[in-house]
């Protein structure tokens, strides 16, 4: 257990090396979503209108919605450094090192979540300047980075165990650009499920973006449903476990194939 | 004897059908560099990839420093260094840190690893540049950090997979110098594979000659010589003739036991250079073919690959590519 946390470290501080190599990747990644806060809110500022919608102000409600779905969309390409690797030689060199394998996984995933974090801040800093109200306050907001930490924990996982297995750029960015939208749209963050087709409820019922959108939004409102937001997190927590797993497996199909 | 590597009867088959190893075995003792020479796609890289714990073969033992491959990888690990045939070095990241991270994967901390990746760095010419990323290192410098890197935990094995593909004939020569030098002054056993002639002629203390998966020859590069008794007389005429003409005056001559002709180059292996050159220089002014120059050579690694494995090695190494195309 100690080699494994003392290895995570030396291989996040690699990835978050390489991380602030890339200004320009970070900034990026700051500053789409607050765009898509901006053009979201403006858009669809009339939505809460519609009978049973149930919020004070749109954007108030779709701020922890962009939260998540920029922490799906950026965490999807943590495998490219993967491929990367792979295609250079460094995961061989690593492999043949008595390196542990969850640190090769967990080290990238360290990474993600270090700009998750910065940008879900940043986000929520944006929303309460465009006049969005948390009565949650400091709780809801760590509520809102647990649940995007641990979605971009299985997301990111997968896209490591997808770049192991594909070990091409274009199979990740055509799954990744594939995945994102409709998990959004297929979920509670634009809109109030409620107002959403039968199926479409379904759906979203079960995607994982609902579940940290729903936990985000109860912690941020003035009397949060804690039995709701614990069961949230911790079917994420369970699902980043599986994720990882899953990464863990695709180490051993690599190794079989060379 | 001790032997550093063992590996017997291993077999390989990938994905597709592809039979990369088909029993493949060799020894390799302590402290002498190895070489595993071959074409392109005879199983070079992959018997290495399973000495090396990367890969796991379908049938087949081996053992590295003592331990066995299959059953103990994590001890294997720490005993032996891997210098892949694509680069391990992080571009994005400095010579420094490279190092530095590949000593703490090993368990290397503090002064320890201070002192141990400055040593590294001055022994391979590196400190000037040990702050830049290795993006900005010449193919040379890439490799040499390559195998500093494989060298940080001192290891007791030495794995080296076509070191000196794509490098010039100077880094070549610097890295050949360098890797001699760990054999002989570390007492590391070195196993290198590679598919130039010259450089396992030159580098390598034992050699195993490799083909489709098979070890065809070993011994050391001379004994492999003197197998093919004799000299090569290369022989250059002043004009192109027809090879008939030509094959027909020399074939006779007297001691010449194998021709190759090219267009104006010949090539006889024959049992002793001194004698047979005025028979063959004779043979062919007596036909009026003008020779402008004779050499007479010990017999070249070309000659016993191509003894060994029943082909050219150039036509091996063509096949090689184009198996490996399909895979």
Same mark, same amino acid.
């Given at each position: 257990m100690k080699t494994l946390l003392a290895d995570t470290w030396y291989v996040a501080m690699r990835h978050l090396r390489h991380f602030a190599r890339q200004p320009w990747w970070i900034a990026i990644n700051l500053v789409q979503p607050v765009v898509w806060l901006g053009l979201y809110g403006a858009l669809f500022k009339r939505i809460i209108d519609l009978r049973g919608f149930g919020a004070e102000s749109y954007v108030a409600f779709l701020t922890p919605g962009i939260v998540v779905m920029s922490a799906l969309s950026s965490s999807g390409w943590t495998g490219m450094g993967v491929i990367d690797d792979l295609n250079s030689g460094v995961m061989d060199r690593f492999l043949v090192s008595p390196v542990r394998r969850g640190a090769l996984i967990a080290g990238p995933l360290v990474q993600t979540a270090c700009l998750i974090v910065l940008q879900s801040l940043i986000i929520v800093a944006v929303g309460l300047a465009l006049g969005a109200r948390y009565r949650g306050g400091v709780t809801g907001v760590l509520v809102l980075l647990a649940a995007v930490v641990l979605l971009s924990w299985t997301v990111g996982a997968l896209s490591i165990g997808l770049g192991l297995t594909a070990r091409q750029r274009e199979t990740l960015i055509a799954v990744v650009n594939f995945s994102v939208l409709p998990l959004t749209f297929l979920s509670s963050v634009l809109i109030q #499920?409620?107002?959403? #087709?039968t199926w479409v409820q379904q759906v979203a019922a079960y995607n994982p973006v609902t579940w940290a959108t729903e936990a985000a939004r109860a912690a941020f409102g003035t009397s949060p449903d804690w039995v709701l937001v614990r069961s949230r997190v911790t079917l994420l927590a369970l699902l980043a476990l599986l994720a990882g797993l899953v990464a863990t497996r695709a180490f051993r199909a690599y190794q079989r194939s060379v | 004897m001790t032997y550093a590597i063992e590996a017997s009867g291993l077999v390989k088959t990938y994905r597709g059908g592809i039979r990369a190893l088909d029993g493949l075995s060799f020894a390799v003792s302590t402290g002498m560099i190895f070489g595993v020479l071959g074409p392109n796609g005879a199983g070079k890289s992959t018997s290495l990839k399973i000495l090396a714990t990367l890969s796991r073969p379908d049938a087949g033992d081996a053992c590295v420093a003592g331990l066995d491959v299959l059953r103990q990888p994590d001890r294997v690990r720490h005993a032996i260094g891997w210098v892949g045939q694509r680069s391990g070095v992080d571009a994005e990241a400095t010579g420094c840190e490279n190092l530095r991270l590949q000593g703490h994967v090993y368990g290397l901390r503090g002064r320890e690893l201070d002192s141990r990746v400055a040593d590294l760095l001055e022994r391979f010419g590196l400190a000037q540049a040990a702050g830049r990323l290795a993006r900005t290192y010449s193919g040379g410098m890439q490799r040499r950090l390559d195998v500093a890197m494989g060298l940080v935990h001192r290891p007791s094995v030495l794995f080296l997979d076509e070191p000196t593909t794509g490098l010039d004939p100077e880094a070549r020569a610097q890295l050949w110098e360098e890797i001699t030098r760990l054999a002989n002054s570390d007492g590391l056993t070195v196993l290198l594979t590679t598919h130039y002639l010259e450089e396992a002629d030159r580098l390598t203390a034992q050699l195993a000659i490799v083909d489709r998966g098979r070890v065809v020859a070993a011994g050391t590069p001379d004994e492999l010589k003197a197998e093919l008794r004799g000299d090569v007389l290369l022989v250059e005429l002043a004009e192109a003739a027809p090879p008939d003409t030509v094959r027909a005056a020399v074939g006779g001559a007297d001691g010449v036991r194998e021709l190759a002709l090219g267009d104006r180059l010949l090539r006889a292996r024959v049992d002793h250079g001194a004698t047979a050159a005025p028979a063959v220089l004779a043979a062919l002014e007596a036909r009026r073919m003008r020779v402008a120059s004779l050499t007479i050579t010990r017999p070249s690694m070309d000659e016993v690959y191509s003894r060994h494995a029943g082909r050219a090695f150039a036509q091996a190494d063509r096949e090689g590519e184009s198996k490996k195309g399909n895979r």
């Open positions: #499920p409620s107002l959403a #087709p | -």
